[in-house]
Structures are given as structure tokens and as C-alpha cells.
């Protein structure tokens, strides 16, 4: 499913998992790969993955440093967490009762960018 847009489905869906990563920037490291094409920053990184792996309902927000993901399908869920593994245990935030942390930051782009067909 497409992405939703972050206040629609936090209204509909308020008790499902967010999952937060960070620190994530909004501009790319560098302008292009070694093959020519426009870097995304590493929120826009996680975006595109997001948009190629999930099936179900999701959106995404960014604050300055911490980007976050509300999935509605349990199964979406699993695979972002096994790309991307949980740390620690999930606590209560204002964006949801259950908020995890996952393995995502600045220093995996260059990973994801690569898996994703970047040359970099």
C-alpha cells in the first residue's frame, strides 16, 4: 500500500507500534553516486526502502534528528525489524503507546544506499 500521510493514520490506528530511528538527516552526505544519480538523504533513504518492502498501510514523520514509522501490518512489521533490528524494548510516547527503537541512522547509509542499487 501506498504511503498514508502521518496525522491520518496516527488518528485511525493510535495504538499501533511507532518505530524510531536516529540520528537521521535531511541532506544526502553527497549530491550524486559514482553512477550520476541524485542521493536521497538518509530520511528519504529510509523512505524509499520503506515504499519497496511494505504492503501494508504506513507513514512516516521526521523531527530535527529522529525519523519515525507507524506500520499497520504485523507481517511489515517484522521485516522492518529484521532490516533493521529493535533495541531495547519498546516504551510509551506521545505518538504511541508502543514506540521501539530500531537500528537506523547516518552511519547505515552507505549500507542501505547500496542494497537499495546506489553506487556509492
Known amino acids: ?3 498514508k500521510k502521518w496525522n ?5 490506528h493510535a495504538v499501533y507500534p511507532v518505530y524510531s530511528a536516529g540520528p537521521v538527516s535531511s541532506s544526502a552526505p553527497k549530491k550524486f553516486d559514482k553512477a550520476g544519480l541524485t542521493l536521497p538523504s538518509p530520511y528519504g533513504l529510509l523512505l524509499e526502502w520503506l515504499g519497496k518492502n511494505l504492503s501494508g498501510d504506513w507513514a512516516a514523520t521526521k523531527t530535527k534528528i529522529v525519523a519515525s514509522v507507524r506500520i499497520t501490518d504485523p507481517q511489515d512489521a517484522a521485516q522492518l525489524t ?14 504511541s503507546p508502543h514506540t521501539q527503537q530500531i537500528r537506523y541512522a547516518d552511519a547505515d547509509y552507505a549500507a542501505l544506499a547500496t542494497e537499495l542499487g546506489y553506487a556509492v
Do not use: C
Open 1 to 3: 500500500m501506498p504511503k
Open 82 to 95: 529484521q532490516r533493521f533490528p529493535a533495541l531495547g524494548t519498546s516504551i510509551k510516547t506521545a505518538m
Open 8 to 12: 491520518d493514520l496516527a488518528r485511525s
